[in-house]
């Protein structure tokens, strides 16, 4: 037996809220992806989670934006990117923790996929802050780490 649990071992996860750390660092060239074999690499675990009944939550940085709000580090044009790979509609929270990111994951429905805003955005990602660490645990039930 292995010292991981699994998704085989999630069960049923119907409801859920489940925070996946992707690596969604993708090469970017005039505000479109350019290469986007970490969506590719993602996409399973993102189908599995979804077939158990699960909101997806997606967590990444994007860059090194140092803790500041740099908006040609955003997410946001990852989306569409996603959206191709996955089949199916990627809503995006402005943030990744606070009043934005719990409406957005409130307003999720079963079978929903959000992507939320770089990490980076927050000094406390790369500080290993344990507050900051908190806020983004707060928003899940379950954790999956996916990215590499």
């Known amino acids: 037996m292995s010292a991981y649990r699994t998704l085989d071992d999630a069960g049923d996860l119907t409801g859920k809220a489940v925070l996946v750390r992707a690596d969604l660092n993708v090469p970017m060239q005039d505000g479109k992806i350019s290469d986007d ?3 590719r690499a993602l996409a399973p675990t993102i189908a599995d ?3 158990k009944g699960a909101k997806v939550i ?3 940085h994007f860059g090194r934006p140092r803790g500041e709000r740099v908006t040609a580090m955003s997410l946001r ?3 569409p990117g996603l959206e191709k790979i996955i089949g199916r509609p990627v809503a ?3 943030d ?3 009043d934005a990111a719990v409406k957005a994951i409130a307003a999720l429905e079963k079978g929903g996929v959000l992507l ?3 990490t980076r955005f927050h000094a406390g990602e790369e500080n290993n802050d344990g507050e900051f660490a908190a806020a983004l645990a707060a928003l899940g039930d379950l954790y999956v ?3 590499f």
């Open 37 to 39: 074999t970490r969506i």
């Open 49 to 51: 989670l979804l077939a």
């Open 58 to 60: 997606l967590l990444s």
């Open 77 to 79: 044009p990852v989306v």
């Open 92 to 94: 995006f929270a402005p």
């Open 96 to 98: 990744c923790i606070g």
């Open 116 to 118: 939320l805003e770089n």
């Open 145 to 147: 780490n996916d990215a």
